[in-house]
Nanobody
Framework: QVRLVESGGGLVQAGGSLRLSCAAS????????MGWYRQAPGKQRELVAR???????NYADSVKGRVTISRDNAKNTLYLQMNSLKPEDTAVYYC?????????????WGQGTQVTVSS
């Protein structure tokens, strides 16, 4: 089991920045991939960025160049630095931890944090 707690969301004007944090606890040594997803009203949840335990990252095309995913292993915390925010970035942002073992995939989610970008 893994517990994820997000923080750092809020209201920001277009062009502004936010840093989201995700504190992980539990069986974190079994996590293979951690990432951030978002879900806007009426839309499906979508990947924003993710990082493997080996350090590989990938980003959604819509956020490339504006968003950076990083982690502090000493604090068991994942971050999402978002710059040049746009109104279309408005969504609930969720932290995800994925464990993959012997063909099984287990996904864990945080409670979500709201990001609202005003124009």
């Amino acid at each position: 089991q893994v517990r994820l707690v997000e923080s750092g969301g809020g209201l920001v004007q277009a062009g502004g920045s936010l840093r989201l944090s995700c504190a992980a606890s539990g069986m974190i040594f079994r996590i293979n991939v951690m990432g951030w997803y978002r879900q806007a009203p009426g839309k499906q949840r979508e990947l924003v960025a993710r990082e493997t335990s080996g350090g590989s990252t990938n980003y959604a095309d819509s956020v490339k160049g504006r968003v950076t995913i990083s982690r502090d292993n000493a604090k068991n915390t994942l971050y999402l630095q978002m710059n040049s925010l746009k109104p279309e970035d408005t969504a609930v942002y969720y932290c995800n931890a994925r464990m993959m073992r012997l063909g099984d995939v287990d996904d864990y989610w945080g409670q979500g944090t709201q990001v609202t970008v005003s124009s």
